[in-house]
């Protein structure tokens, strides 16, 4: 017999569903425009694709929302001062505007926020609740993003992050661990982007590229990287807070230029591989100019001396 896997809904989900199981009166049925100052639960109609501007701004009451999957945006100041309000489903949504949370002082998670791509200008400014936050696919934290979120102990970004603005996490006075993944561009720190950050002493870097460049047996790149990991966390428990960001950014460019050493290391690598391959092949057998061609592309070096060329050609050594 085959076992079933039940999904459990978060606490304020279930919460939800248990008030609208004991008085369906209470509930909201959102379509549109301003919602009603003392609404307390709250469900998004399907018709609405993006929250728009103040929708349930000041809404001092309200505790539970119900998004539906098909939700992009939220806008400005969408659910600004809404003290009362603990966790929010963001799935498929891909863009926060600007003080969209602003002083939701309870807000404690952002449920499934794997595909947002855009915090905005104090999107969660003063969210002093918000424990920890998940973000994948995040491009951009613009300015103060999550400034003032006081609880805050983890922020983990994913390798799409581009941009860190100026008091992105500024006064996040519990932030103990920043965790990422460098992406090809690398990423650029606003001078003061961690501010006020003083327990900000764990870095730990993350990604597929650690097993990219070791599958060719370079060991010195885990060594190397092992030992910049270290060298960031024991410098970051001994500097001002005011330095804290531009360390890391000098880190993180210095780390970027690692990396692209090594996977220069690696195409070069794969590319005396393939013309090794390619030369026994053809010499062993005493082949021709076409038999040559073709024991190249078979052995992929068709593939890797481009890539290889590219690589060299936009990178400055």
């Not at 459990?8 to 301003?34: D, H, M, S």
């Not at 609405?48 to 098909?70: Q, S, T, W």
């Not at 581009?162 to 650029?188: H, K, M, Q, V």
């Amino acid at each position: 017999m085959m076992a079933t896997t039940t999904t459990i809904p978060p606490p304020w989900e279930q919460k939800l569903q248990q008030a609208q199981e004991v008085n369906v009166q209470n509930i909201f049925i959102y379509r549109g425009g301003r919602a009603p100052r003392h609404v307390t639960h709250v469900i998004i109609d399907k018709s609405i694709k993006i929250i728009p501007f103040r929708a349930f701004c000041c809404c001092e009451d309200l505790r539970y929302v119900k998004m539906h999957n098909g939700i992009e945006g939220i806008g400005k100041e969408a659910f600004m001062n809404c003290i009362s309000l603990r966790g929010i489903d963001v799935t498929n949504v891909r863009v926060v505007g600007e003080m969209a949370f602003s002083r939701c002082c309870n807000l404690m998670a952002l449920d499934n926020s794997e595909r947002l791509e855009k915090i905005g200008v104090q999107a969660f400014l003063d969210c002093s609740s918000l424990g920890h936050v998940n973000l994948p696919s995040v491009r951009v934290i613009e300015a103060s993003g999550f400034a003032g979120c006081t609880n805050m102990m983890c922020a983990i970004l994913g390798r799409h992050i581009e941009a860190i603005e100026i008091s992105a996490f500024y006064y996040c006075t519990s932030l103990r661990r920043l965790r990422f993944e460098l992406g090809d561009n690398g990423i650029s720190f606003a001078s003061d982007a961690f501010d006020c950050c003083r327990q900000l002493t764990s870095i730990e870097l993350v990604g597929n590229i650690h097993q990219s460049i070791s599958s060719l047996g370079l060991e010195e790149w885990q060594d190397d990287m092992n030992q910049e990991i270290d060298r960031i966390n024991h410098l970051l428990p001994n500097i001002h807070d005011s330095q804290k960001t531009t360390e890391l950014s000098q880190w993180v460019d210095i780390v970027q230029s690692k990396i692209e050493c090594y996977k220069l290391m690696e195409n070069t690598s794969l590319l005396e591989l393939a013309l090794w391959k390619a030369t026994k092949l053809v010499m062993g057998e005493g082949g021709s100019v076409w038999e040559r061609q073709t024991c190249r592309m078979g052995c992929g070096a068709a593939v890797v001396i481009p890539n290889v060329l590219a690589f060299i050609n936009s990178t400055d050594l």
